[in-house]
């Protein structure tokens, strides 16, 4: 593996290594045949993990007793923590650990959670005694060791899970190279049909067991479905390429800011030569991100965020003494403008995933007041109305990556149809039209309850429809925006970015939850959503709210999308013009 001569200032790039630690070979390593063993791994994690996420508030509410509105707070802030600790997994991988050593750790971490589940899923003395929440008002909620086991069981999910997520997906996508945008715009999108096929099974064949055989068995699949994926990341160690951990990611990011400010009084200099470490200059070992990437070992210097490019300005006192506190490289401030200029991309995202919150959750519980009743012997769970986008994504997915990208490739002349940026844009303002959708339904079915009428569940299935479309766009393009915004060394941390925005959304749709319910309060009423009884609820009236929201936030993004700008060295095959034309949604 390679490192740098500090005497003599001399780069020699750090490279990707096998399973031993030894530099890959090209015609061994890496490329589909390894990725598709990340794949299965993608693909049974879901399983895993959606087949208890999708239907954990039934599990909650029937069986450890907590009011509807407690159920779906508990179920966001355990989906919201999930997407929250990808930040920690994507720290870990990129500084210490790399990333598939990280996946294999948390994968058994995430497996002893299912475990816990299923142990007191099977176990009745584990859970509070059995009643039924709709008709009693006196249900035993979850105490003490019941409740311990219980989050200790779901938490424990959520840590391995988390961590597991922004590592699978940079692991798989480093077995590309990045001056192939072709093939790795291919893997993100099988990479998401992996993703839709585990949502599928776990929202049809998952559900269906534990709302027929218990959810004691239900959660027993989910240790199996881990445990096979474990087996096929293993199965896929010989084959890989991975990247070796570049030491702590945060050290380098609060370098840049000390130094701007300690020269906060100094002038930016007009010719960005004489910016310490531009072009010509050499870089030394304190001062950047060591790459393996063949075109990106030092970024161009941008005129963004000026400020920052003071942390570059040699003074006469750096000339003593060469601190990497008061004197950083081009490189090493232009991946600190690079973070700071995602952060609104990936805000505007927010919203989106508070709305995929209420599909996961009062949804389902919508779906339960309904006739779910298919013919005179079988009823659809209604956690599995979440299937119905995945059953057309299936199709879906592989007619955008054969027809739709080819066809558009034509008139845009990018490899991958639409640029990333573009690709979130569409799926942020089609996502607003699945709360419309949900809004009316609901409506028509609080209309059809005070008639003692019952509507089919398959009423609810166009906002499921609508969102899965949005969702194709939105995930997709956001994961392959941020990979392809990172240098080697940093991979898994902005990737893991695209999992936080899910975390936010999800921790948002509580807030909103309880926010909603105590400025609606009345002494007459509890809210809209104080209920236990849905019919009793105005959940139109807050799906309502959230499409409004959904529409302010495509206006805001449409605004941030023009304003951003890549770094022209992160897209070897484009002009510096072209990259600032990518950004903006025409």
Known sequence: ?????????VVVELVDVDWRG???????????????????????????????????????FNDMHFPLSKSANIVTNFIGTVFLLSLFGGFLSDSYLGSFSTILIFAFVELSGFVVLCVQAHFPQLRPFHCDMLSDQNCEEAKGYKALIFFVGIYLVALGSGCLKPN????????????????????????????????????????????????????????????????????????YKNKPPRGSIFTPIA???????????????????????????????????????????????????RFLDKACIKSELDEMNESPWRLCTVTQVEQVKILISVIPIFACTIIFNTILAQLQTFSVQQGSTMDTKITKNFKIPPASLQSIPYIMLIFVVPIYETVFVPTVRKFTGRE??????????????????SMVAAGLVERKRIMASKLNETLSIFWIAPQFLIFGISEMFTAVGLIEFFYKQSIDGMNSF????????????????SILVSLVNKITSSNYSGGWLSDNDLNKDRLDLFYWLLAALSLVNFLNYLFWSRWYSYNPSLSPNKTHGQEDLEGQIK
């Open 1 to 9: 593996m390679g490192g740098l001569d500090e005497k003599s200032d």
């Open 22 to 60: 030894k530099p890959c070979e090209g015609n061994k390593h890496g490329g589909m045949r390894a990725a598709i063993f990340v794949l299965g791994l993608q693909a049974f994690e879901m399983m895993g993990i959606a087949g208890v996420g999708n239907n954990l508030i039934t599990y909650v």
């Open 168 to 239: 699978i997906i940079s692991q798989g996508a480093g077995q590309f190279r990045t001056d192939e945008p072709k093939k790795l715009s291919t893997y993100f999108n099988a990479a998401y049909f992996a993703f839709c096929m585990g949502e599928l099974i776990a929202l049809t064949l998952f559900v269906w067991v534990q709302t027929n055989s218990g959810m004691d068995v239900g959660f027993g699949i989910s240790v199996a479905a881990m445990a096979i994926a474990i087996i096929s990341l293993i199965s896929g160690t010989f084959l």
């Open 255 to 305: 370098q840049v800011f000390v130094a701007a400010v300690t020269k906060r009084k100094q002038v930016c200099p007009s010719n960005i030569e004489m910016l310490y470490g531009n072009e010509n200059n050499n870089l030394s070992l304190n001062h950047i991100f060591a790459s393996s990437r063949p075109n990106a070992t030092n970024l161009l210097h941008t005129d963004k965020l």
């Open 416 to 433: 991958s149809g639409i640029s990333p940026l573009q690709r979130v844009g569409i799926g942020l303002f089609i996502a607003s039209f």
């Open 494 to 509: 902005l990737t893991a970015m695209t999992y936080c925005s899910y975390s936010f959304g999800f921790y948002l749709s």
